[in-house]
């Protein structure tokens, strides 16, 4: 999906969110929503009206009426949203979600009336899959869809069945339903209001309080056959596949906004809070746990979803697993990050007043929903697995080789410690297949975190190259400054590396996997123990780099 908004544009639109959260959002209004448990539909309609933010019509194609972001533009709003509050965020994407199938599946009548509308009224979209008893497992959903006949042509549907946990579902206008047709799931675009559809009250949930999330019931709800999302019956779960690489990479922006936020939190707190003789920034044991780590992980997360927002909008197609690597990436560091965020302030950062406390509940939402860390761990793992297996074992030392080409050229980015991790990562592979470790879905999974964290490893080593060639995409976010970006690069590759060689040792002998024999020898542990040299002035030199920054 080619970008209509050039970088100019990107900035404004950035620019005009954050005014409008300057004057409209400040910390004790979002405080007290969450303390209410409040939706606040006049704010979010505001945010997506024309005459108010118009922040969806960053989203729609320009042919019908929008501004036709790419992925690389959607994940810089969404990171911006979600740096303000999660839950608004999420009732942005509830639209955009609900609207998905409709833009890559819609017959072009469709496409040019919802998206027309979202575009011209700001109507508010709910995307209706997940259900009581088909969660991960959407194919086991039980709504159905009756088809209605004239002289035998099918003229509407009758839909029945119900949905759980849908974002916007109290307070939607128009929603996306995937139910069961004869021809085999499908989405149908039903009205709010329409006869036999109604809603549950708004959960009482954890985080994201300012959202309105509710379960839906339709009781032979009739629909025209032009409500069909394609006019085609059973392509309902290659839509929802087709968008996967591109949402995922709106709920990976999530994590990182809010990860990033909860944490320039912390930096600007340990700035001023005094203990023991000194402020807690400049205390090592402070900054070199809450703070670099997270900052580095984030980095690398931001890493996997630009390069794959570049990807998507250069038309290389879904991009599912790479999708899934980014959002689980920035979704655990997001989360691990605001936990170390809240650790910081301490006692303070555990009570409402402070809005990290709220940041750490918001975020925990993005590992569950758009698929759950651990459906993003399978998604990686099988995908790879192919790879793998289609090289004959070479794709991951091929990707080494890769970094190690890089290394000649910047020495400086990480990248033959990152090389280190992906041969040891190929040879891991390879001992799985030789001892069939994978029949275990526990090592499997653990194979789909640790393909996560070397491709990570990899990005970020490459995004600190192009940093320091000044080659970053004129949208890209400048984040770090190249030499601090490469002292992250150095740090996250270290860990990656690390990583993979124990985990490989603990997995292999835990699955009873054979000899351990020269496993050690062929993961390279030796030569990835003694690349930790250094690590302690890279974490420093983040350290550094992050104090010295101004916010944004
Ligand atoms: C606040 C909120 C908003 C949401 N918004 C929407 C929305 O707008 N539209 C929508 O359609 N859905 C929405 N969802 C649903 C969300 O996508 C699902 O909750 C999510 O996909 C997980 O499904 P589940 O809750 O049924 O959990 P389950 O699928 O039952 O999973 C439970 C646990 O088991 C693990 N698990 C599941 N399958 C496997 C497996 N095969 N192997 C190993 N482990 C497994 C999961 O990772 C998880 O840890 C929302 C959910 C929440 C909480």
């Given at each position: 999906m080619a970008s209509e908004l050039n970088a100019e544009m990107l900035k404004i639109a950035l620019k005009s969110i954050d005014d409008f959260a300057a004057r409209e959002l400040p910390d004790s209004l979002l405080v007290e929503l969450d303390e209410r448990d409040e939706f606040p539909e006049e704010l979010v309609r505001q945010m997506s009206s024309g005459d108010g933010l118009g922040i969806q019509l960053l989203f729609v194609p320009f042919e019908y009426g929008g501004m036709g972001g790419g992925a690389l533009d959607v994940y810089r709003i969404c990171e911006r949203m979600a740096a303000i509050d999660l839950g608004l965020a999420t009732s942005e994407l509830a639209t955009f979600l609900g609207s998905d199938p409709i833009r890559v599946g819609g017959t072009e009548a469709q496409k040019r009336e919802y998206m027309g509308r979202i575009a011209a009224e700001g109507i508010l979209f709910a995307y209706g899959a997940t259900e009581a008893e088909a969660g991960s497992d959407l194919g086991a959903l039980k709504t159905v869809a009756e088809p209605v006949s004239d002289n035998g042509a099918i003229t509407g549907y009758r839909i029945s069945g119900a949905k759980q946990w849908i974002s916007n579902g109290g307070v939607a206008d128009m929603y996306t339903i995937l139910a069961l047709a004869p021809g085999g799931p499908s989405w149908f675009v039903v009205d709010a209001g329409a006869e036999g559809f109604t809603h549950g009250d708004a959960e009482d949930k954890h985080g994201i309080r300012l959202s309105n999330t509710a379960a839906l019931f339709l009781n032979d709800v009739y629909v025209d056959a032009d409500r069909l999302i394609g006019g085609v019956e059973g392509q309902g779960l290659v839509q929802a596949q087709q968008v996967f690489g591109y949402t995922r990479l709106m709920v990976a922006a999530f994590g990182l906004g809010a990860g990033w936020e909860a944490l320039d939190r912390a930096i600007a707190y340990s700035r001023k809070r005094i203990q023991a003789g000194g402020p807690l920034a400049e205390k090592e044991g402070y900054t070199h746990k809450l703070i670099v780590p997270h900052a580095v992980a984030l980095e690398a997360a931001r890493a996997a979803i630009e390069e794959t927002a570049e990807r998507i909008d250069a038309g290389e197609g879904a991009l599912n697993v790479e999708g899934a690597v980014a959002k689980y990436l920035a979704t655990e560091a997001g989360d691990a990050a605001a936990d170390a965020a809240l650790q910081a302030h301490g006692g303070y950062g555990y009570t409402h007043d402070y809005v990290v406390e709220k940041i750490k509940r918001d975020v925990r939402i993005t590992r569950i929903y758009e698929g759950t860390s651990e459906i993003m761990e399978m998604t990686v793992a099988r995908g790879r697995w192919q790879d793998h297996l289609k090289s004959a074992g070479d794709h991951y030392h091929?990707?080494?080789?890769?970094?190690?080409?890089?290394?000649?050229?910047?020495?400086?980015?990480?990248?033959?410690?990152?090389?280190?991790?992906?041969?040891?990562?190929?040879?891991?592979?390879?001992?799985?297949?030789?001892?069939?470790?994978?029949?275990?879905?526990?090592?499997?999974?653990?194979?789909?975190?640790?393909?996560?964290?070397?491709?990570?490893?990899?990005?970020?080593?490459?995004?600190?190259?192009?940093?320091?060639?000044?080659?970053?995409?004129?949208?890209?976010?400048?984040?770090?400054?190249?030499?601090?970006?490469?002292?992250?690069?150095?740090?996250?590759?270290?860990?990656?590396?690390?990583?993979?060689?124990?985990?490989?040792?603990?997995?292999?002998?835990?699955?009873?996997?054979?000899?351990?024999?020269?496993?050690?020898?062929?993961?390279?542990?030796?030569?990835?123990?003694?690349?930790?040299?250094?690590?302690?002035?890279?974490?420093?030199?983040?350290?550094?780099?992050?104090?010295?920054?101004?916010r944004r």
């Open positions: 091929a990707r080494a080789r890769e970094l190690e080409a890089l290394h000649d050229q910047h020495p400086e980015v990480g990248a033959d410690v990152a090389a280190l991790a992906a041969h040891a990562l190929a040879e891991l592979l390879e001992r799985c297949r030789n001892a069939r470790l994978t029949r275990h879905q526990h090592i499997l999974l653990r194979l789909g975190a640790l393909i996560a964290q070397v491709e990570g490893a990899g990005a970020l080593a490459r995004r600190a190259q192009r940093a320091a060639d000044k080659q970053l995409d004129a949208k890209a976010a400048r984040s770090l400054r190249a030499p601090a970006l490469a002292a992250a690069a150095r740090v996250y590759a270290r860990g990656a590396a690390l990583t993979v060689a124990t985990e490989a040792v603990r997995l292999v002998a835990g699955a009873d996997g054979g000899e351990l024999g020269d496993l050690e020898q062929r993961l390279g542990t030796a030569s990835i123990n003694r690349a930790q040299g250094g690590l302690l002035a890279d974490m420093q030199a983040v350290s550094d780099a992050l104090y010295a920054r101004r």
